[in-house]
């Protein structure tokens, strides 16, 4: 793998606030860009899916066919057209050929609820619907298109504007509702160009994993490399859903960069070890501690990213290398802002600040919610030119005696217990700092009606609860010590691969399993047969373990009892440890029950024993 530029070893302190990067000339259009492509490479590789290939010539037919479709059925520019498709061929051409329309993409992931996808799609408005299915749950009304779609018609590409709307993407929103986000083509260009010259991005075409759901801002990094010219491989949900299977899917296509959170590289790892590990891109949430230690004592090639949606994605970057975590520098052209609540810079190291971002990479908006718009978009006050903007991010960092911006918490989630306020960001990051810990979430417990207490979680091989307690009393105030420390096998995540805090365990007390239960029939079953300690009841201990639950039948389903694809991926990680067996998810996942799965185990154990993974190590090669 090619690499970035070795540090200098001695780095000159940025300015307190505010940071910026250097003010960047505005970047091509990224169809430009993709045009110049076709016509200097038409048989170069575009897109890889599950479903088949497009060199960039077919590419270049098809989106220009669904682009007139389009534009016959009366969209142009300033429409916003939802994209309704699965992971296929089908997705990159139908986000190209709606901005070749002269229109922006609003994703409607088919993996989201029904009710979720009829929300956004009323909420943004839509001129038309890009989708396979025959009645997409869109409102009436609303022209649908199959992605195959073709017209004929003059040539549909029309030269965005910088100030043209790109896409809206939803986020969740603090009333319970999602909230459109829309971004210009100018921010959009200004990406591709500032990770271009930060060297995020090689010189030279790349393979490209497009891991993000369409919904998820990230997506956006991913997919438009195909603009540059490179490679992009279409991560369908089944692969993506297991380590093993997406492991080989890199390796197929000689994936050279991987974007991913901290959380899924954890579930990653293992797969990984003795493959050549792509570059890894990592965002979506801070990079715990442990993690950062493993990358970069191991060499691995990483980059930490920073920055929200309405930000385009990424706004602050840091190769992860010596020592850390940090968030690094600003991108070209950013300007990140550490403030107080009268909006002074926060200059002195270890003070607190929200953080404020400004430059070519705000979005324009949140649409239809002119209020939130302007409490969130502010007038900068330290901007060069008069009129200029910045984003109030919600985020909290400070900076370390060197200078370094560091990441601390989310102003939203602080809480107030016993008359104390608490950032649960600070207690998340003090306690993924620790020995052993490999990744930390902290949350609020109701122990009793009135009682809430502060909750720790933690991943981690040999860590103990009474350790980690003891090594946060010797950093943190009382008041921000949990009350528990709950070792778990993985944190669960949400579909876009961040924590999911709401679907953390009930605390434990003790880093021990609960005691297995006895096995409860009903009348006219058969128990599953088993030696005290053997591979039936083992399978059964860590159901019982994963899942919550005091126990199990043979005929239990998985998913019947609140298992999913994450817990799914923690049962195959446990009973690979325990039994040393080559098991794969879909043993689970195509179980019938408890006792069909069981049985599958069996076999595994039967085959022989796994085979022996040799340490992480990186793999690379010389820039030519």
Not at 228 to 247: K, N, Q, S
Not at 465 to 478: K, M, S, T, V
Not at 495 to 506: F, I, Q, S, T
Request: aromatic letters at 4%; proline letters at 10%.
């Amino acid at each position: 793998m090619t690499t970035f530029a070795e540090p200098s070893t001695t780095t000159a302190a940025p300015a307190p606030s505010p940071t910026a990067g250097p003010t960047p000339t505005p970047a091509p259009d990224l169809l430009s860009r993709l045009r110049a492509v076709v016509a200097a490479h038409p048989g170069r590789a575009a897109v890889h899916a599950v479903d088949g290939s497009l060199d960039f010539a077919a590419l270049d037919r098809r989106t220009a066919g669904l682009a007139r479709a389009l534009r016959a059925r009366g969209v142009g520019r300033g429409d916003r057209v939802g994209v309704h498709l699965a992971r296929t061929v089908d997705l990159p051409v139908a986000l190209l050929a709606v901005w070749r329309a002269g229109a922006a993409y609003v994703p409607l992931d088919p993996a989201y609820p029904a009710e979720r996808i009829a929300f956004v799609a009323a909420d943004a408005g839509l001129a038309a619907v890009v989708s396979a299915d025959a009645a997409p749950p869109v409102p009436a009304g609303v022209p649908v298109l199959r992605p195959d779609a073709a017209a004929d018609g003059p040539e549909p590409d029309a030269t965005p504007h910088p100030l043209d709307s790109a896409y809206v993407i939803h986020t969740s929103g603090s009333t319970g509702r999602p909230k459109g986000v829309e971004v210009p083509h100018g921010a959009v260009a200004a990406l591709a160009a500032a990770l271009e010259t930060g060297g995020a991005y090689r010189p030279e075409p790349g393979v490209v994993a497009w891991n993000a759901s369409v919904s998820f801002d990230a997506s956006v990094q991913q997919w438009i490399r195909i603009c540059r010219g490179d490679t992009l491989v279409v991560i369908d949900d089944e692969r993506r859903a297991d380590p093993a299977r997406l492991v080989r899917l890199l390796a197929e296509h000689g994936v050279t960069d991987l974007d991913l959170t901290p959380s899924h590289w954890q579930l990653l790892r293992e797969p990984l070890t003795g493959t050549r590990v792509p570059r890894l891109f990592m965002g979506g949430e801070p990079v715990p501690a442990r993690t950062w230690r493993e990358l970069a004592d191991g060499g691995i090639d990483a980059l930490n990213l920073y920055g929200p949606t309405e930000c385009t994605v990424d706004a602050i970057t840091a190769r992860i290398t010596g020592p850390g975590p940090h968030l690094g520098e600003p991108l070209h052209g950013v300007r990140a802002h550490l403030l107080d609540d009268r909006l002074a810079p926060v200059t002195a190291a270890g003070a607190v600040g929200e953080l404020y971002l400004a430059g070519p990479g705000l979005a324009h908006g949140y649409p239809g919610h002119p209020g939130l718009t302007a409490g969130r978009f502010v007038a900068d006050p330290f901007a060069p030119e008069p009129g200029a903007r910045m984003y109030r991010t919600g985020d909290q960092a400070r900076r370390t005696a060197e200078g370094l911006l560091e990441y601390v918490g989310r102003v939203d989630r602080q809480v107030k217990l016993r008359g104390f306020r608490i950032e649960l960001g600070e207690v998340e990051h003090a306690l993924g700092a620790l020995a052993g810990v490999t990744a930390a979430a902290v949350t609020v417990h109701e122990a009793a009606p009135g009682d809430q207490r502060l909750a720790g979680y933690v991943t981690g091989a040999a860590v103990r609860p009474a350790d980690l307690l003891a090594g946060l009393r010797r950093i943190l105030p009382a008041h921000l010590v949990p009350s528990t420390v709950t070792v778990l096998d993985a944190l669960p995540l949400t579909p876009n691969g961040k924590v999911d805090h709401r679907a953390l365990p009930a605390p434990v007390a003790e880093a021990v399993a609960p005691a297995p239960a006895p096995t409860p029939v009903r009348a006219a079953e058969t128990p599953v047969p088993d030696a005290p300690g053997g591979v039936d009841e083992q399978v059964a201990e860590v159901w019982r373990t994963v899942l919550g639950v005091p126990a199990v039948r043979p005929d239990d389903d998985f998913l019947s009892l609140g298992g999913h694809s994450l817990a799914a991926l923690r049962v195959v990680h446990l009973l690979r440890r325990k039994l040393n067996v080559e098991l794969q998810l879909r043993h689970l996942l195509d179980a019938a029950d408890l006792a069909d799965f069981t049985a599958a185990v069996r076999r595994a154990a039967a085959a022989g024993p796994a085979a022996a993974r040799p340490a992480l190590t990186a793999r690379r090669e010389a820039v030519r």
